[in-house]
C-alpha cells in the first residue's frame, strides 16, 4: 500500500507546499511530486559564481504588520501555523510609476499614492476616491464572480486615460494572464496588495520562505519527491485515479490538487475532455545585473520602477523577441535591510515566447546580448550617474521560462481560463497555483491553502 | 472532566491557532472573533482540532456554540466526559 495516497499534489511551488502543509497538518498522507531537484516552482533560486540569486521574486507583494487583522498575508500564516517573525520580512523604501510625461510614487502607505494622484491629476479627485471606495467594498475571493473588464469598470470612474494606463501598469505585469486587461476580481486582488499593501522582501529572499514551507510540511509528516514529473494524470470514467510517472510509476489517490496549470494539466489527462483552456500570451526576459558598488552609493533609492516609454501602455505579447520600451526595473537592494553583497538590478521585459522558441542556438545568443543592450540603456536612463559597468550579468528567455515550469509558452501568469473553484471535469482533480486564478506569492500560497481546505478537509469533502 | 481542563484544552488549540496573537488575555465571556483574529477559516480549524486531538466531533449546526470561551466550555465539557 505504499503507493496510495489521500492526496497527491503536482509541483512543489508555493501553491503545493502550502496546501501539502495544510493536508498533512490534519493527518492526510499526502504526497508531493516535484519535476525538479528543488522547490518553488515559478519562484525558486540558483547560485552562479558564488552569488545566490532568486527566480521569480522580484518583491513579495501583500505587505502586512505583525498582528493586522484580515489581511491576506496574516491569514496565510496562521493556516499555515507560522509565525509572522519566521518571514524576516523587510519593507520597500518607495517605488515609482514612470511614463513619458508623468511620474507616481507609491510605498506600502496608500497615503504616499493618493497624494500623489491628486497632485498630477487633481480633476480625477472623485473618480479616483470612487474607485478606492469601489475597491474596498468589492470581494476580490469570492469563488463565483464573473467575468467584468476591469478597464471597463474603472473606465466609468476615471476618465483620463494616462491615469488609467499607470494604475494599470503594476497591476497587469505583475499578475495579468490576460493581455491589456484583467478580470475585476484580479484587479481588485492586485490593486489591494499592490498599492493599499505594498512590497517587502524576507530577509534571504525567496529561499527563506521555500525552506519554511519545506521545512514545516516535512515536521509535519509530508512526503516529497523530486525529480519526480507527471507523465499521466489518470481517471476513469471521469473520476480520478491517480498519476504515471515519467519513470512508468504509478501512485493512486483520491484527490489530485494539480499546481502545473489548467492547460498544462488537461494535456496529461489519460481520458481526453471537452475543455480546452487557453495558453496565455505573456512571457518575458529578466536581466540580472550585479555591481560592485549599491545603488544607494549613487543616491539611488527607488525599490520597483514600473516604466514605459510608449505613449500608450502596451500589456502585450510584443510582435518583436522582446518589448524594449517598457520594463520593471527591481532594486533588491533597496528595502529597509540589505542582506546582499553585490549592488543588484533586475529588469524584466515582455516578451514573445514563439519569436524566441524559432532562434538557432546562435541567433539566441546574440539576442540575448539585445536584451543586455537594452536594459543597460534603461538604466542608463533611469539613473545616469550609475556609470559603472556590471561585473556580474544573466539572462533569462521564455524558454528558459518554459523549461523551469513546463508552462506552455513559457507563461508566468499561466492561462486566461480560470478555474476560481478549483473543480476540473473530473472527479477529485483541482487546479490550484496561478490557474486557479490568486496571484503573486501570497496569493499562490492562499491557493493552496484554500483549495485544500474547500476539497479536501472540509466536511462533505470527502 | 472539570471545566478549567476544558478550558485549557480549547485554549491550547487556540494558542497554536492564533499563533500571534496574546491568548493570555482572553476574557471568556467575550466574543473570540472579537478579541482575536480569527476567521471563519480559523473556526473550522478549532474544529477540526477538536476531532484531531480529542475525538469531538461538532456538526456545523452547533458552530455557534464555539464562539466564546465561556459557551465553548458548557458545549465540550459533557462531550469531553463521554
Redesign the interface.
Known sequence: MNNVYDTIIIGAGMSGLAAGIRLAM??KKVLILEKHTIAGGLNSFYARKGRKLDVGLHAMTNFAK??E??KPL??L???L????GELALNEQQGSKIIFPDTELSFSNDLNVFTDDVLEKFPEEKDGFMALLEDIRNFNEVSLDNPYESAKERVARMIGDENLREMIFCPLLIYGSAWEDDMDFSQFVIMFKSIFLEGFSRPEGGVRRVISLLMKKYKALGGEVRFRSGVNEIISENSVIKGVKLENGEVITASKVLSSIGYPETVSNLNEKIELDPKVGKLSFTETILCYNKKPKDFGVEDTIVFYNENQKYHYRRPSTLFDEKSAVVCLPNNFEIDDYEDGMIRLTFMANFDLWNDLSPEEYDLEKEKVLTASKDIVRKLYPQMDEEPNFVDIFTPTTIKKFTSHHGGTVYGSTDKSRDGRTPIKGLYIIGTDQGFLGIVGAMLSG??MA?LHC???GSN | METTEVRQKVLDIIADIAMDDDVTTIDDSVALRDQLDLDSMDFLDIVMELKKRHKIIVPEADYPKLASMDSCVEYLTPKFVQ
Open positions: 490534519f493527518d505583525k498582528g487583522r484580515g496574516t491569514k500564516l496562521k493556516q501555523r507560522i509565525p509572522y491553502i484554500s481546505n478537509l472540509m466536511e
